[in-house]
Protein backbone atom coordinates (compact mmCIF):
# COMPACT_ATOMS: atom_id res chain seq x y z
CA UNK A 1 0.00 0.00 0.00
CA UNK A 2 2.67 2.41 0.61
CA UNK A 3 4.35 1.93 -2.79
CA UNK A 4 1.45 2.02 -4.66
CA UNK A 5 -0.55 4.64 -3.00
CA UNK A 6 2.05 7.34 -3.97
CA UNK A 7 2.27 6.34 -7.43
CA UNK A 8 -1.63 6.16 -8.70
CA UNK A 9 -4.55 7.44 -6.18
CA UNK A 10 -2.49 9.97 -4.32
CA UNK A 11 -2.16 11.91 -7.91
CA UNK A 12 -5.68 11.73 -8.97
CA UNK A 13 -7.32 15.37 -8.85
CA UNK A 14 -10.70 13.74 -7.11
CA UNK A 15 -8.71 11.84 -4.78
CA UNK A 16 -10.83 11.31 -1.65
CA UNK A 17 -10.84 9.00 1.28
CA UNK A 18 -13.26 6.39 -0.33
CA UNK A 19 -10.03 5.55 -3.03
CA UNK A 20 -7.57 4.96 -0.82
CA UNK A 21 -10.67 2.56 1.25
CA UNK A 22 -10.76 0.80 -2.35
CA UNK A 23 -7.16 0.46 -2.81
CA UNK A 24 -6.70 -0.73 0.62
CA UNK A 25 -9.01 -3.71 -0.16
CA UNK A 26 -7.82 -4.41 -3.26
CA UNK A 27 -4.23 -4.50 -1.41
CA UNK A 28 -5.58 -6.87 0.81
CA UNK A 29 -7.46 -9.15 -1.25
CA UNK A 30 -4.08 -10.41 -3.14
CA UNK A 31 -0.74 -11.48 -2.79
CA UNK A 32 1.98 -8.90 -2.95
CA UNK A 33 5.50 -9.28 -3.48
CA UNK A 34 8.82 -7.09 -3.60
CA UNK A 35 11.09 -7.41 -6.08
CA UNK A 36 14.75 -6.32 -5.00
CA UNK A 37 17.32 -6.39 -8.62
CA UNK A 38 20.14 -4.59 -6.97
CA UNK A 39 22.01 -1.97 -8.51
CA UNK A 40 23.66 -3.35 -11.30
CA UNK A 41 21.12 -1.97 -13.62
CA UNK A 42 23.11 -4.31 -16.44
CA UNK A 43 22.28 -7.59 -14.45
CA UNK A 44 18.31 -7.01 -14.28
CA UNK A 45 17.44 -8.63 -17.41
CA UNK A 46 19.11 -11.64 -16.63
CA UNK A 47 17.51 -11.54 -13.24
CA UNK A 48 14.06 -11.34 -14.35
CA UNK A 49 14.32 -13.63 -16.98
CA UNK A 50 15.82 -16.28 -13.81
CA UNK A 51 13.02 -15.20 -11.67
CA UNK A 52 10.51 -16.07 -14.21
CA UNK A 53 12.28 -19.21 -15.05
CA UNK A 54 12.12 -20.53 -11.33
CA UNK A 55 8.56 -19.57 -11.48
CA UNK A 56 7.10 -21.34 -14.45
CA UNK A 57 5.53 -24.95 -13.64
CA UNK A 58 7.12 -28.05 -15.16
CA UNK A 59 4.55 -29.34 -17.43
Known sequence: MLALAPSSV???PAARPR???RLG???ES???F???LGRDVSRI????????S?????V
Open 10 to 12: LYL
Open 19 to 21: AMD
Open 34 to 36: RLL
Open 30 to 32: VPS
Open 54 to 58: SLQDP
Open 25 to 27: ALV
Open 45 to 52: PQRVKDLL
